[in-house]
């Protein structure tokens, strides 16, 4: 499996989405990925549906809409229709996650659970089955530019020892803190879809940036291949 990258617009310049997005685009990026706030599950508010919707009509990629919400259920579908290629939820906020990640399904989307940094691997052990990725998010969600927490490394690698050890080759990604010096370590612990906002979007040329990224990931490829 081939490394995906995801540049993360919370760290793009929000007034000019379009122009952040193609630059990344021509860089290589595989998904464009949507951080989804509420000011409830996380201390701060992003986007909603219609802003989705427009980034819809000028992204060539899929879009990676991250649900940092405390009521994921009441948007699926709103979010669905407006263009998300992959909706993550988290394990945190629901108690019937199982209906939640079939009802992403059954809206056509891809379905993601995602896992803060203090919740154990153990919590997706009943879903491991049914995910068509996890999301390890390596630093505590809510803002960008983020230090990356050390361990997430071990806690990638916990993942995928689940997933295979349930017959699903779904893939792990990881946001948070993510650039050119850690990419390859979380690659080689079994990352395959690389979340990256400030590594990015807060370098002079992004486009040049989403190069250099996927270039330091498939080292990492190599290693884990070892």
């Known amino acids: 499996m081939s490394v995906l990258i995801a540049p993360s617009i919370l760290s793009a310049d929000f007034a000019a989405l ?3 997005i193609a630059a990344v685009e021509r860089g290589g990026a ?5 951080d989804v706030m509420d000011g409830h ?3 701060n508010i992003t986007i909603g549906p219609p802003v989705v919707e427009s980034i819809k009509k000028v992204a060539h990629v899929p879009l990676d809409v991250h649900l940092m919400i405390e009521e994921p259920d009441r948007f699926i579908d709103a979010f669905a229709r407006a263009g998300a290629s992959m909706i993550s939820v988290h394990v945190e906020v629901l108690p019937h996650l199982h209906r939640t ?5 059954a809206l056509g989307a891809k379905a993601g659970v995602v896992l803060n940094p203090s919740t154990p691997v153990g919590a ?3 879903i491991a089955a049914d995910v068509d990725y996890v999301l390890v998010m390596s630093v505590n969600p809510g803002f960008g530019g983020q230090t990356f927490i050390p361990r997430s490394e ?7 020892t689940l ?7 779904a893939p792990v990604e990881i946001d948070g803190g993510i650039d050119l010096q850690n990419v390859a370590r979380v690659v080689a612990a079994g990352a395959r879809m690389i979340v990256a906002g400030s590594a990015v979007f807060h370098s002079p040329d992004p486009e040049r940036a989403v190069r250099e990224l996927k270039a330091a990931a498939l080292g990492g490829v190599t290693a884990s291949a070892r």
């Open 18 to 20: 379009g122009l952040a």
């Open 30 to 34: 595989d998904l464009i990925h949507v």
């Open 41 to 43: 599950f996380v201390p």
């Open 154 to 160: 071990s806690k990638v690698s916990e993942v995928r």
């Open 163 to 169: 997933l295979d050890r349930v017959g699903n080759a």
């Open 124 to 126: 997706l052990s009943d």
């Open 101 to 105: 990640v079939h009802a992403i399904k």
